[in-house]
């Protein structure tokens, strides 16, 4: 048997990382990724925000810049013009093969095709080792500290009975499509029930005839098959598809996303959990990516340090109360929101949509990030007397 220092289970942004910078500070790292490529199977969108994504060592190589934002409800439209670009859509795999190099550089082991399929406990019931299934068979490896990267599944510490199966979640499907006519420097997405009885449409596009066109909806509120909606949108072509000339899918996309808010518990004896395990991921606009890798980043940073005292609980809860405190609140008051969107009629959205309207470029950047300050919040509530918008305001800050 192979003993390891950390062991990192998952190969998406906050394993990756989390396995850099274990791996940077000295630590004997290894990481398990079940398919048979790093970012075979793509699982998200990929839109996030310049700023913060540069800071965490993307480049623009990784992603196409974003200037414009349009909104598309049954009968209302609404477009936020900038005049530099904010958002970008990531080209996903080349970003997460750039941080599977930097890990790899750093010194940690990738096992790609290799599937953990149980924990190792010792005499005292303590996390010691994984069981593996790879290309070689089962192996067997020790491990002091295990970094459940897992996704969605939260796989180690749902094996082990620490956390259940998320509740509320997302489902999305998104085609990557060759597409006649795309406006590049904006990304829309459309709401109402023609587009998702219990969520969003978007377009994101990547390139200049390159888009991702997706469904995501709401569990348990509807049981809609994504794929079968999205099918629907485009065979329709529901506006403002109707203006994108020839559409053809070139790669189907599938994936979930917990939508519930954060595990309560982010650390234990031996284990650590990071991103979507985590629930880490902002629900309001499902997105997750630069959380996983920042946080994935403090994982492996604070674990390698927490070897010193055995990877004990006491140890690790460093980690769990800075990202709380990073985004614990911002995640509870983007839960508030979605929780409102979620029931919205049609006649509804056309008037939602319009306090988008209404709001600065500095207001809908903190909106749409789900920066909901004290501060922000109350600001924004004092400027924009519309009933609608007090409602989402004073929603935001009842606790
Ligand atoms: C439809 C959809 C659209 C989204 N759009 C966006 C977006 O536009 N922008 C954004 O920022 N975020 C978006 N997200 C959220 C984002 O994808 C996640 O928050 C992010 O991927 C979380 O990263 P992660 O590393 O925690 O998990 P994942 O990216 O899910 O990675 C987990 C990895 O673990 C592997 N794995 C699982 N179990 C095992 C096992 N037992 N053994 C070995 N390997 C295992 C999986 O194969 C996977 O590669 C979207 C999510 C969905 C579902």
Known sequence: MVDYDISVVGGGPAGLSAACAAAKSKAKVILFEKDQSIAHNIRTSGVTWIEEIERLRISKEHY??????????????????????????????SVYQHLAFLAAEAGSEIMIKSNVTNVVLDSKNRISGLKVGTPKGEIVIGSKLVIDASGFNSSVAQRLGLVSRWKRYGIGAEYECYCENVDSETWTLMVGRQYSDAGYAWIFPLSKYRVKIGVG?????SYTDPVE?????????????????????????????????????????????????????????LEGIRYAIEFGMLAGEIGAKSLAQNSDKGSLLEYERIWKKRVESKINSALKVQSRWIGLKDEDWDREIEILRDMSHEEFFDFIKAEFTARKMLRLALNHPKLMARQLFDMVLRN
């Open 64 to 93: 196409n810049p974003i200037k414009n934002y349009t909104f598309i409800s049954p009968s209302n439209e609404v477009t936020i013009r900038g005049s530099t670009a904010k958002s970008c859509v990531l080209n996903v795999r």
């Open 217 to 221: 909806i709401g569990r348990p509120e």
């Open 229 to 285: 909606k999205l099918n629907s949108i485009i065979e329709k072509r529901l506006k403002p598809l109707d203006k994108m000339g020839k559409i053809q899918p070139v790669e189907l996309h599938h994936g979930l996303i917990p939508n519930e808010g954060l595990r309560k518990s982010t650390v234990y004896d031996g284990l650590m959990l990071v991103g979507d395990s985590a629930g880490q991921a902002n629900p309001l606009v």
